[in-house]
């Protein structure tokens, strides 16, 4: 595993107190895995809890300056876009989290430098270890940069405003990519006919992005362009 600290130049920032970089990264596995050998060391989860508090408030604050008169709906969409586990699974895997992470054998022997979670947590902590170590306006630059992607000639996110509609969402964000229309195609149909389930694909040219699932054509269409929207963020993040 590299040093933790090679994890710096990605991250775009230098930590003062090098045991807070290397929590950051430590895993629980790790922790209980060599309990009684050495100095009792921290895990990274209660980090993760403070991070993630952290990116919320960052997230709401900088969306709340840039779009001043966008509605409280339509903010709490890109907040959730931003928050999502899709999102910042795709800017841990962009700043190869995976392997920078301290895990315990058996947590190493099943893929864990690849798991989902332990990388948006992993993230998450660092993000607090920034914090900590250095203030908010630090903590800020991290998520600005790196999880928002703001340019540095501060043009705006690339993410559609339409509050609570997700296929003019979706239609928003194909335009923007020069993509083709998204189409929507009911592909099952299951239950008896008064309570029907409609199982719907999203599809952006031949490529199925998304899928849904609901009691009307309505509800699973918009379900399916959620996921499409989320997978087309997803690819602009590097995933």
Do not use: W
């Not at 709401?60 to 959730?80: D, H, I, N, Q, T």
């Not at 996921?227 to 590097?238: K, T, V």
Request: glycine share 10%; hydrophobic share 40%.
């Amino acid at each position: 595993m590299p040093a933790a600290e090679s994890i710096e130049d990605a991250l775009g920032y230098q930590f003062r107190d090098r045991e807070l970089l290397r929590r950051t990264l430590r895993h629980s596995s790790r922790v209980h895995e060599r309990r009684g050998d050495g100095p009792p060391q921290r895990d990274n989860e209660a980090l993760e809890f403070l991070g993630d508090a952290v990116l919320g408030f960052l997230l709401s604050e900088f969306l709340v300056e840039r779009y001043p008169e966008e509605s409280e709906g339509g903010l709490s969409k890109l907040k959730a876009h931003y928050a999502s586990a899709v999102h910042l699974h795709g800017v841990a895997r962009s700043l190869d989290i995976g392997r920078h992470l301290a895990l315990g054998r058996g947590e190493e022997m099943s893929g864990g430098r690849s798991k989902k979670t332990l990388l948006v947590d992993a993230f998450e902590a660092l993000i607090a270890g920034v914090y900590l170590d250095g203030g908010i306006g630090a903590a800020r630059k991290v998520v600005v940069d790196r999880v928002i992607g703001e340019s540095a000639n501060g043009a705006a996110p690339e993410v559609p405003l339409t509050a609570n509609d997700n296929k003019s969402a979706l239609q928003e964000l194909a335009q923007q990519r020069k993509l083709p229309q998204p189409r929507y195609f009911i592909v099952a149909e299951r239950g008896p006919e008064h309570a029907k389930i409609f199982s719907v694909e999203a599809r952006v040219g031949h490529d199925v992005l998304g899928r849904g699932e609901g009691n009307s054509k309505k509800i699973a269409s918009q379900r399916a362009a959620c996921e499409a929207i989320e997978r087309l963020s997803a690819r602009a993040a590097g995933k």
